[in-house]
């Protein structure tokens, strides 16, 4: 059985309207589906009802490689704001994908093409609800 994730009501429209509005690249499709797998299980709230230490749209986590023990910080954000070398993933990457609605302390895994990888949050360092912040579901 999976873990229950929980996503806010305002990032679920706009990760709806992403999945329903994008023209996918061929490498998207499989992200598009589990996105929209991820969000049909997903226990949906307002805002103001998630718990800090979700993982929402724009949060910044810290991640531990469970394979090397590598620490990287990431931010969650829509596709035409990912920049890897700002350490900004995107919702349709497979660790994206993966992070959105976990929460800290698990484990989150996916498949590469080397094999599996699997990570812990460490911590949520910014959550944008937490912080109160206006404008957070930019288009994608």
Same mark, same amino acid.
């Given at each position: 059985m999976q873990k229950t994730i929980y996503v806010t009501e305002p990032d679920r429209a706009a990760l709806s309207r992403l999945i329903t509005s994008r023209q996918p690249a061929h490498q998207e499709v499989k992200s598009l589906v589990d996105l %929209?797998?991820?969000l049909e299980r997903a226990v949906v709230v307002?805002? =103001?009802? @998630?718990?800090? !230490? $979700? /993982? *929402?749209?724009n949060s910044r986590v810290r991640l531990r490689d469970l394979d090397t023990g590598d620490?990287?910080? !990431?931010t969650l954000v829509?596709? +035409?704001?990912?920049? @890897?070398?700002?350490? %900004? /993933?995107? $919702?349709?990457?497979?660790? +994206? *994908?993966a992070l959105l609605g976990q929460q =800290?302390?698990? /484990?989150?895994?996916w498949v590469v093409p080397a094999g599996r990888k699997r990570f812990r949050i460490e911590a949520v360092m910014y959550q944008p609800e937490r912080a109160g912040t206006g404008d957070l579901w930019p288009a994608a």
């Open positions: %929209k797998e991820e307002p805002p =103001e009802e @998630i718990p800090p !230490y $979700v /993982v *929402t749209l620490v990287g910080e !990431y829509m596709p +035409g704001q990912a920049d @890897i070398r700002e350490g %900004k /993933v995107s $919702v349709l990457a497979p660790v +994206g *994908t =800290e302390e698990d /484990v989150v895994e």
